[in-house]
């Protein structure tokens, strides 16, 4: 099972999610956002923790890319189609498509947060790229595994003990929860 954690805004939270033995996390780029991490601070960070764990630059629009963040991340997620990223995109949708990504990430509360369902056959895309985020958290990740059985879990607010901020016990169990889902 692959689990992404996504929000992280310090070097002590992203060591807690390498530690917790997550598969990736996510810098989010998006300036609006709780969770925005200046590029700057993301690098650092991700110079620390390069090749014990998958990094995604978290973007909104297609605006927000900026081509550095290709040369310390291994994703770009986006909730609109970048061109020629198709090998290192994750897309968000909300619906069936045709686009070419190597991750779809399909978040049952629409950015709310709050977990409600997602559909049965995921829209026809290939199990084995989706990922499902939106409401999860420690206490309903296995649930949600052994319903799905998607290819990977995404957190972000489900393991925070105030807005922004990460818990690492949070993280820990999330993590664990998630991969003995299907022990």
Known sequence: MFVKVCGVRDLQTALSVVE????????????????????????KIAEKIKGKIE??????FKAEFEPSFLSFCDYVQCYEYLEGLEKRLVLGVSGPTSLEAAYYILDSSHGRGRFTKYPEDFWG??????????????DNVAQVVRRYRPFGVDV???????????????IFRFVKNAKEALR
């Open 156 to 170: 972000s607010s489900g393991v925070e003990n105030a807005l922004g901020v990460k818990d690492p016990e949070l």
């Open 20 to 43: 917790a033995g997550a598969d990736a996390l996510g810098f989010v780029f998006h300036k609006r956002s709780p969770r925005y991490v200046k590029p700057k601070v993301a690098i």
């Open 125 to 138: 895309l290939p199990k084995e790229r989706v990922i499902l985020s939106g409401g999860l958290n420690p």
């Open 55 to 60: 990094v995604f630059a978290v973007i909104r």
